[in-house]
Nanobody, 115 residues
């Protein structure tokens, strides 16, 4: 069974930066994609960024140039570096991992961007 533990969410001022981490543990065999979704109050969950096993990355348009996703396969950890944060980035951020045809979710970490 795979478990994901997220950390790094916080309250930050507009223009600030945060780095989210998501560490995976358990039976992980040939992980394919890892990534991050977010859900703001009253809105649907949206895919923010994905990184595939070969290193290819995808981002939604609203975060391109500001967010960077990376992974450390040795540590089974995925990161999301977020720069130039805006109030509209406020949301609960969830990481996920796809392995063996199964998607596992993290518990979520709150990011609040406010002055």
């Amino acid at each position: 069974q795979v478990q994901l533990v997220e950390s790094g969410g916080d309250l930050v001022q507009p223009g600030g930066s945060l780095r989210l981490s998501c560490a995976a543990s358990g039976s992980i065999f040939r992980p394919s994609a890892m990534g991050w979704y977010r859900q703001a109050p009253g809105k649907q969950r949206e895919l923010v960024a994905t990184i595939f096993s070969g290193g290819t990355t995808n981002y939604i348009n609203s975060v391109k140039g500001r967010f960077t996703i990376s992974r450390d396969n040795a540590k089974s950890t995925v990161y999301l570096r977020m720069n130039s944060l805006k109030p509209e980035d406020t949301a609960v951020y969830y990481c996920y991992l796809d392995t063996n045809g199964v998607r596992t979710w993290g518990q979520g970490t709150q990011v609040t961007v406010s002055s």
